[in-house]
């Protein structure tokens, strides 16, 4: 049965014989948000009971996609076809009462909500909730021994593993009857072990005839579980391949378009003293989860130090405290032969003092405020220092002086002091705050993903611009989640899992494969 | 002794009657709220209903028509509520602040263009108003003693509309904790997407809520001017919605404490008016004003964390709205 | 709350808000229609008691100052993204601080010492009052609507307590305190220009109009032109950009409402030095609720506030005449008027703007784009 199904898969996608045979399917659908088009006269097509995998970069118009399909979205123009009928999937009702069930990237569940009333939203089966609950639970139970969707009906979500979440939100999209499943990047919040267990649920609800759509950029995956794939890039589908079919290469060669291979002159540069030294870092979240354990390196002169991992690894967290917007809570931090100890006043103002600039992970909650004019923007975290106010007051003047050679400097498109920076497109958003950091002249910058939502352009720029700070001197810390932009622009890569450093290396000796090892928590060295 | 015994049962009875509309505003608050939308605008829903009821009770003779125009005023004023801040997204603080202060001024404008007597409505006969209740066998239970006193003074001898907020407060309790449409007004207040994602209509849902707050509100109204009073005076909800309203939070947002709550603010008035004059042994005369203010200062201490913590329902105040 | 992108600044900022007002009025016009009334007559009559008599400018003015004071109080606070209706609250605490001052050191201190004090002692006493609810925002996590609304009926309590039992004078009946001496206060406009020779009608306006203007320009430099109103702005516009960039949220948060609550303590000067010469009961009359229609209209910059205010104060005064013209319109109108206002100038601020859009694009199409 398995092997016929896996057999259809490998035909060709576009020489289907007939419509009726797909769950779904979407013609030229587009999608604009302003003047951003998010997808563009896209067509795609899902054999019932597959798998089919849906890949591409960030913003590729993947999530956009399945919005609409879920009926959260309108389409501008296309149809939609299940099961070869046309429908108008207008809301999440209608989609639901059609069969399709949702996972979202971020989990739609009430916190404060036991796991069995997140699972029944929507379908109570009573309108009074004890005769309900009781239909309810012993369906949900049917369904959780079925497909191996192990949760504790009692527990509140706020207290339940991500894992566990997902799957209440698998089993909620079950329990309303869901033929068709869209998981969007479900694997991104969990360890490998959970991601191992979510793929059996997949399988086992494959074997029963439910239809999956996966979304996700990690090739990995779509190579390990998926039986059709398709790529988006750009708003459009530009690609559609079996899975048996076609490699980890080609995929990645058609999710960036032409293979670019930004090659980047690294300046041999002789690394100087230490000037940033952590120690024995420990930090425990609001939630009292511990997010990092033990971790010590050191940052030299002129050195780019990578750290790799997965998103949610920690990383985030080692940023606030190095950048000082979170508290030192165990550990010491030894910043220009100043240093920190748990606790003490130890905080943003004081972290750019000691000379540590940072360029945050999310340029739109914390790097620019947004509304702001780019003058007003370009100063944001100096504007205590004296080169730009006397007193109390602010010096316009000078300022505005500061931002036009700041935007001309670094090519900050439009060249213009008086825009609000909100209305910059992603990369020149990036570039004004990498800029406004590097005036600064900080001899430690901590750069949080610094292509994030950044156009090629923009991107070949920004990373002459960290090299040239490099050439100077100054030690950079770079955090990333994209393995490639790590490799090419480290000295010395350190690689995250869990809240622990599981690895060192020279980026001269490092391989994609054994990092993703390092990365995965299979591999420690 | 007895003396003690007697004023004690007036308090009580003082009480109940101070608290009734409290209750009906803070379980219209506990609906509101629940599913994400402030409302500040309690005070100014009670001081319309109460003079729509005395006016239209004035004009029909039947405080049931009166109890139902209060209450279908009410819900306009839910539903105006309700536009600005569910459908154009506006600021829920705001809209409730602009319900008040146009409910003040709408009174008295009105109350003065249709009966000229300065903003108050005419007088309502006896039989124009819902009148105390007396329940069966009062004469054979008033010879019970303690027991028996209680009931006749405190227990029996209400009008309808204080048995009925009672009767609001277990329906608020079964409605939120007991049945689907609860549990999706809970859900959209904690969690918006997590509803609409499951395919029920935010608004759908909180438009119902704030409608079941607007009637809650109307029965409010109607108590003051129809029930408890005998016609509508200016500003007469005299604050009292805010007072709900901290109830409500000192409640924690749940139907039994709220209402204890309620009782509580209730006896305070009652104990305030009671204590005027009255010189205490230890503590000497407390002024009326410190009974006043002491439900707003507990509700602050409360809310600052100080007894225990007020969690407010993680949604509220944020208009929902999908692609942002 | 924020603005469109799609359309150019003069019709989101003049336009719209110009239109809501309209809508404001149209809806008040229909109430007076409905009474019986002549909608157009009622503005003429509004128009003429606000403007025309002898003296009502005057009025209009000293209405007008209260409302700077309040609408500058609400104005920062939203700044900071706060939202403070304690302002009614904070004038009447405002006004203890006048009344003790005056009490205190009228009888041995020189009287124009003791305005000087007085008026000290008017931000400072509002500042307290602004300043406990800051700070139960900032370390305590209280939302600043519902303690700020509290500490309104809290004031209230507190006032009549000492007006009744306290401070009263002595022998007195109605809960007020004794005249000031005299020398104390802030001279009248129409006394003044008496010394300079000028003949004009009597009016309560006094100085605080000019203390009014002052402080206008002090919050605009303060909010755009200083390092403080920077760090305000940032918090307000984005918590997250503000910690990053090493602001104190929760000091900003404290000094901020101590600064509004500041503001709404001025309120006193203009009633207590300037007109009715003692503190007395309920003096601030609701000025701290209309501050916040003032402030959402005036779109919290100080020119704005200014002319909401004065359109504030013509109400007031232009009010007071309904009462001698109409039988069946009183000055309560007033309020109705400023609830609609509040309702459509602030609930439903950007009611109008997706049409005000679609009407623009289809015109001359995508400003952006252009």
New interface residues.
């Given amino acids: 049965m398995k092997n016929n199904e896996n057999k259809g898969g490998n035909e060709a996608i576009a020489s289907l014989p007939s419509s009726t045979e797909s769950a779904i399917e979407l013609k030229n659908i587009t999608k604009r948000f302003g003047h951003v088009v998010a997808n563009s006269d896209v067509n795609l097509k899902v054999r019932t009971g597959t798998i089919h995998g849906i890949v591409g970069e960030n913003g590729a118009g993947k999530s956009t996609l399945m919005n609409i399909l879920f009926g959260l979205y309108k389409p501008d123009s296309g149809m939609i076809f299940l099961n070869g009928q046309a429908v108008d999937v207008n809301s999440p009702e209608k989609s639901i009462a059609l069969g399709i069930g949702m996972v979202h990237q971020h989990f739609m569940l009430v916190p404060t909500f036991t796991v069995l009333e997140n699972a029944m939203l929507g379908n109570e089966g009573s309108m009074l909730l004890r005769s309900g609950e009781e239909v309810v639970l012993d369906r949900l139970k049917g369904l959780s021994n079925n497909y191996g969707l192990d949760v504790d009906f009692e527990a509140i979500i706020l207290d339940t593993p991500v894992g566990m979440q997902q799957r209440v939100e698998i089993l909620k999209a079950l329990n309303r009857g869901a033929k068709i499943l869209i998981l969007d990047e479900p694997t991104g919040v969990l360890t490998p072990q959970e991601t191992i267990g979510l793929f059996d649920i997949l399988r086992s609800l494959r074997e029963q005839g439910v239809t999956i759509i996966l979304i996700t950029h990690k090739l990995k995956e779509i190579m390990s579980i998926t039986d059709t794939v398709s790529v988006m890039r750009g708003g459009k589908v530009v690609a559609d391949f079996s899975t048996e079919k076609t490699s980890p290469e080609e995929l990645a060669e058609n999710m960036v378009g032409r293979k670019v291979l930004l090659s980047i002159k690294k300046p041999t540069l002789k690394v100087g003293k230490p000037v940033l030294e952590v120690k024995n870092v420990s930090h425990e979240s609001k939630d009292g989860v511990l997010v990092l354990k033990n971790i010590s390196f050191d940052l030299k002169e002129g050195e780019i130090l990578g750290i790799a991992g997965v998103a949610g690894n920690g990383q985030s967290e080692l940023l606030d405290i190095l950048s000082g917007i979170e508290t030192l809570q165990r550990g010491q931090i030894t910043v220009n032969d100043k240093t920190i100890l748990p606790f003490q006043d130890w905080n943003s103002k004081k972290a750019r003092e000691f000379g540590v600039a940072h360029v945050p992970e999310d340029r739109h909650k914390r790097g620019l405020v947004l509304p702001f004019h780019n003058y007003e923007n370009s100063i944001l975290g100096y504007h205590r220092n004296k080169n730009y106010s006397s007193g109390f007051l602010m010096d316009k003047r000078k300022i505005l002086n500061f931002v036009d050679d700041l935007v001309e400097n670094f090519d900050v498109r439009p060249r213009s002091s008086s825009i609000s920076s909100g209305k910059l497109s992603g990369g020149n958003q990036q570039k004004l705050v990498l800029a406004r950091e590097i005036e600064s002249n900080p001899n430690i910058l901590l750069v949080g993903q610094p292509t994030r939502g950044v156009d090629i352009g923009a991107i070949e720029r920004i990373y002459e611009d960290l090299m040239k700070l490099k050439s100077k001197g100054t030690a950079i810390l770079l955090v990333s989640v994209e393995l490639d932009e790590i490799m090419s622009l480290s000295d010395r890569i350190v690689v995250m899992n869990q809240g622990t450093i599981v690895g060192e290396t020279n980026s001269s000796n490092a391989t994609e494969l054994d990092l993703g090892k390092m990365m995965s928590g299979l591999e420690q060295v | 002794m007895l003396e003690s015994f007697q004023i004690i049962i007036s308090l009580l009875d003082s009480t109940i009657r101070i608290a009734t509309p409290l209750i009906f505003c803070a379980m219209a608050g506990i609906f509101s709220e629940r599913s994400g939308i ?1 409302d ?1 605008g309690l005070e100014g829903k009670m001081l319309l209903s109460a003079f729509v009821a005395a006016t239209a009770t004035f004009l029909t003779g039947s405080p049931i028509f009166g109890l139902f125009a209060a209450i279908l005023v009410s819900c306009s004023a839910s539903l ?1 509520h309700g ?3 569910i459908t ?8 409730g ?10 009174t ?3 109350g ?2 249709l009966f ?1 007597r300065g ?1 108050q409505t005419p007088p309502l006969a006896s039989e124009q108003r819902f009148m105390p209740i007396d329940f069966l066998f009062l004469d054979q239970l008033s010879f019970v003693p303690v027991f028996g006193e209680l009931f006749v003074e405190v227990i029996s001898g209400h009008n309808i509309l204080v048995y009925l907020s009672v009767l609001a407060v277990f329906f608020t309790y079964y409605v939120i ?8 007004l ?2 959209v207040g ?2 918006p ?9 935010v608004t759908k849902m909180r438009y119902q809520s704030i409608l079941i707050a607007g009637m809650l509100c109307g029965l409010a109204g109607a108590y003051l001017s129809i029930a408890h009073g005998a016609g509508f005076g200016r500003e007469m909800s005299a ?1 009292k919605g ?1 007072i709900a ?2 109830a409500m ?1 000192f409640g924690k947002w749940n139907p039994i404490p709220t209402l204890l709550a309620c009782l509580l603010f209730g006896f305070l008035e009652a104990l305030g008016v009671r204590l005027e004059g009255v010189e205490l042994i230890w503590i000497g005369e407390v ?1 009326v ?2 009974m ?2 002491l439900p ?2 507990l ?2 201490v409360l ?3 100080f007894i225990g913590k007020a969690r ?1 329902p ?1 949604a509220i105040g944020v208009p929902y709205s ?2 942002g | 709350m924020s603005d469109s992108n799609i359309i150019p600044k003069w019709l989101s900022v003049g336009v719209i808000p110009l239109m809501n007002l309209f809508l404001a009025f149209c809806v008040s016009g229909l109430f007076i229609f409905f009474i019986g009334e002549n909608p157009f007559k009622a503005i003429f009559v509004m128009i003429k008691g606000a403007f025309y008599y002898p003296g009502a400018i005057g009025y209009t003015l000293y209405y007008t100052t209260n409302f700077i004071f309040t609408g500058l109080a609400v104005a920062l606070a939203f700044h900071a993204r706060l939202f403070n209706i304690g302002g009614e609250g904070q004038a009447y605490v405002g006004g203890l601080g006048v009344g003790l001052v005056c009490l205190i050191f009228d009888q041995h201190v020189v009287g124009f010492l003791v305005t000087i004090l007085a008026i000290l002692g008017s931000v400072i006493f509002g500042a307290i009052w602004g300043i406990i609810p800051g700070y139960l925002q900032a370390k305590r996590g209280s939302h600043i609507v519902i303690t700020t609304i509290m500490f309104n009926f809290i004031a209230a309590a507190l006032m009549v307590y000492l007006l009744v039992n306290v401070i009263i004078e002595p022998g007195q009946m109605s809960p007020e305190t004794r005249d000031f001496a005299s020398g104390v206060g802030l001279e009248q406009i129409h006394i003044l220009a008496k010394y300079l020779g000028l003949e004009m009608a009597m009016s309560p306006l006094n100085l605080s109009f000019i203390v009014a203007l002052f402080v206008s320009v002090g919050f605009w430099f303060l909010v755009w032109r200083t390092k403080f109103g920077y760090e305000v702005r940032s918090l307000g516009h984005s918590e997250t950009a503000a910690i990053y960039a090493g602001i104190k949220v929760s000091s900003t948060i404290i000094i901020v409402m101590a600064i509004s609550g500041g503001l709404a303590g001025l309120v006193a000067i203009n009633e207590l030095l300037g007109v009715h010469n003692k503190l007395l009961l309920g003096f601030t009359a609701g000025y701290g609720f209309t501050g916040i229609a003032v402030a959402l209209m005036g779109r919290n910059h100080p020119f704005g506030i200014f002319l909401a205010s004065l359109l504030f104060g013509a109400l007031y005064q232009g009010g007071t005449e309904l009462d001698f013209e109409f039988s069946s319109i009183t000055r309560e109108m007033v309020l109705l008027i400023q609830g609609l206002i509040i309702l459509f100038s602030g609930a439903l601020a950007y009611m109008l703007n997706p049409l005000v859009e679609r009407i623009y694009i289809k015109y001359y199409g995508n400003y952006n784009n252009a």
Avoid: H, M, W
């Fill in positions: 402030i500040i105006i536009f600005a801040c154009n997204k506006g600021d829920q603080v705001i809209s602040l602009a319900i008040n202060i146009l409910a003040s001024g709408l008295i404008t009105l003065i263009a000229s903003g904790f007991k049945t689907r449409f609860g549990l999706r809970r859900a904690e969690k997407e997590a509803v609409d994602t499951a395919g029920i209509s604050g805010y309203l901290a939070i002024p004003q410190v006043q203010a707003y200062v509700t602050v809310l600052a964390g407010a993680g999908k692609e």
